[in-house]
C-alpha cells in the first residue's frame, strides 16, 4: 500500500480548505437526488412537486410573448428594476386580495420565484446562530436556505388543523429560556408542504396573537393559497397583520414555473432592505419573464385558468386518496387534503422510508422520505406523496406499486425484525392527524 504523503493527502475537492464555513449547511436536498431517477419513463414519480401545466392555453401564451416582443422588446429584454416592473407589481396586488390582502404596489418586491424570496428574508434577517421556528414537518426548500446562512431551526408540532398554538408557545419559550434569538416564524398556511393541512380560521388568529405578544416576525409562504379544492381561499395572515407578517406568493403554482417569477409583501423597512439585498444577488428579477406574466395576466382569464386547474388537481387529489383507500396495506395512515398537491402518509411502525426508498425504485416508484423535512432527523416514519403532475392513471399505478413494496417490507419485518432503527417522531411531534377533509 502506498503510504507516501503525496498520496495521503490527495483529496476530492482540493478548495475545502477555503470555503465559508457556512457551506457546510449546503447540501443536496433528498428531492434533488431523486430527479435523475424520478426522471426516468418507467418510474411513477409520486416525489416531485412539478405543476401541471398542460391546461395552459399556449395560443394565448405565446400570442402574448410574441406582441411582448414585437412591441416592447427592447425593454422586455433589457436590465430593469430592482423591486419589479411596476405593472407587475400592481397586478400582484389584485391576485393577493383575493386572500384579503389589500396592499400598495410599492410594497411588493418581485422575486426569482418565492424561491428566493426566503433566501433574501433570510439574508436580511438571520445571523449565525439565530432561530427560525418553522412547523414540523417544513418545506425542505426553505428549511435549506436557513441551513445555508447558519441558523437553527426549531420545529413547532402540527395537526390536521396546522400550527398548534401550544406548541408555538413552548417553542418560543424554550428558545427565549436558552437565551437564543427568534427572528421569525416560517409557515405554509395553505395546503402545506409537505403535510397537506391547512391552518383553520381560529388558528390563524391564535398564532397571530401569539406572535404578537412575543415580538415575533412571521413569514408566509403561500404558493398554493388559490388552489383549494374545497371553498374559496381563506383570508391570509397578512390580510389582519400588516406590520408584522411578510407574505410571500408565486406564480409558479398557478401560471408556470418555467419563468421564476414570485414576490414578497413586506413593511415598508424591510422592502427597502429586500430590494438592496436583491440588487446585491441578482441585480434585478429577469425584466422579459415578469412582462411575459404581466402580457398573460392583462390578456387572458386567469382567474377562470385558476380554476380549471383546481378541477384538474382535485381529479388527481381524489384518483390518489381512491388508490390508497384501496391498496395500501394496514397500518398506514393519509390526511386527505382541501388543496394544493401533497398527500402526507405515515408508516407502520417500525417501517423505515428512508431505507425502503431504494426497493420502491427498483419497483419503479419514487416518493419523497419525510426525513428531508425536518431540520433534526426525524420523519423517517413518513413520505410525502404528490399528485400533482401524474395522469389519474399514472397515480394509481403507482400507489399500486408503493403498495407492493409496503407489504414486502413489512414481511421481512415480520420475519426477521426491524433491520435499520425506525426513527419516528420525536416526543412532542404528532404526524398531522387524518381528519382535514
Not at 408542504?193 to 380560521?201: C, E, H, Q, R
Not at 424591510?270 to 441585480?283: D, F, G, I, P, Y
Not at 411575459?292 to 378541477?311: C, M, N, P, T
Request: glycine share 8%; net charge negative; hydrophobic share 40%.
Amino acid at each position: 500500500m502506498d503510504s507516501s504523503p503525496a498520496r495521503s493527502q490527495t483529496r476530492l475537492d482540493s478548495f475545502v480548505d477555503r470555503y465559508a464555513a457556512r457551506t457546510a449547511g449546503m447540501t443536496a436536498s433528498e428531492i434533488r437526488a431523486l430527479f435523475a431517477v424520478a426522471s426516468r419513463p418507467e418510474v411513477v414519480s409520486l416525489a416531485g412537486g412539478m405543476p401541471n401545466i398542460s391546461g395552459l392555453p399556449l395560443d394565448v401564451v405565446g400570442g402574448a410573448i410574441g406582441d411582448l416582443v414585437e412591441h416592447q422588446g427592447t425593454v422586455a429584454m433589457q436590465y430593469g428594476s430592482g423591486q419589479g416592473v411596476p405593472e407587475l407589481r400592481e397586478q400582484i396586488t389584485d391576485v393577493m386580495r383575493l386572500e384579503g390582502i389589500e396592499a400598495h404596489p410599492d410594497d411588493v418586491v418581485v422575486t426569482v420565484g418565492s424561491q428566493q424570496a426566503v433566501d433574501l428574508v433570510t439574508r436580511v434577517f438571520c445571523d449565525p446562530g439565530d432561530v427560525v421556528i418553522c412547523e414540523a414537518p417544513s418545506y425542505v426548500g426553505a428549511l435549506g436556505v436557513f441551513r445555508a446562512y447558519q441558523a437553527e431551526v426549531v420545529h413547532a408540532e402540527m395537526d390536521a388543523h396546522g400550527l398548534v398554538p401550544e406548541a408555538l408557545r413552548q417553542a418560543i419559550a424554550s428558545v427565549k429560556a436558552a437565551g437564543k434569538t427568534i427572528k421569525f416564524l416560517y409557515t405554509i398556511p395553505n395546503f402545506h408542504n409537505p403535510a397537506g393541512v391547512t391552518m383553520s380560521a381560529q388558528r390563524r388568529t391564535e398564532v397571530l396573537e401569539i406572535c404578537r405578544e412575543e415580538g415575533v416576525l412571521i413569514l408566509e409562504d403561500n404558493p398554493y393559497g388559490l388552489l383549494g379544492f374545497e371553498r374559496e381561499p381563506l383570508r391570509a395572515l397578512r390580510a389582519d397583520e400588516a406590520d408584522t407578517v411578510i407574505y410571500l406568493g408565486s406564480f409558479s403554482k398557478t401560471f408556470a414555473p418555467g419563468f421564476r417569477v414570485g414576490w414578497a409583501l413586506a413593511p415598508h423597512p424591510v422592502r427597502e432592505k429586500l430590494v438592496l439585498a436583491q440588487e446585491s444577488a441578482t441585480l434585478c428579477p429577469p425584466q422579459f419573464s415578469q412582462m411575459a406574466v404581466s402580457a398573460y395576466l392583462a390578456k387572458h382569464d386567469w382567474v377562470g385558468q385558476i380554476k380549471q386547474f383546481r378541477e384538474m388537481y382535485r381529479e388527481r387529489r381524489d384518483a390518489m386518496v381512491s388508490a390508497l383507500d384501496d391498496m395500501m396495506p394496514a397500518g398506514c395512515t393519509w390526511n386527505v387534503p382541501e388543496g394544493g398537491f401533497y398527500v402526507w402518509l405515515s408508516l407502520p411502525p417500525g417501517i423505515d422510508a428512508k431505507a425502503m426508498l431504494p426497493r420502491a425504485v427498483t419497483a419503479r416508484v419514487a416518493y419523497v422520505p419525510g426525513t428531508a423535512f425536518y431540520a433534526d432527523g426525524f420523519g423517517s416514519s413518513a413520505m410525502r406523496l404528490s399528485f400533482c403532475y401524474p395522469t389519474p392513471e399514472r397515480i394509481r399505478e403507482g400507489v399500486r406499486r408503493l403498495a407492493g413494496v409496503l407489504e414486502a417490507e413489512m414481511e421481512l419485518r415480520a420475519t426477521f425484525g426491524a433491520t435499520t432503527p425506525a426513527r419516528g417522531l420525536p416526543s412532542g411531534y404528532d404526524a398531522p392527524g387524518t381528519d382535514v377533509s
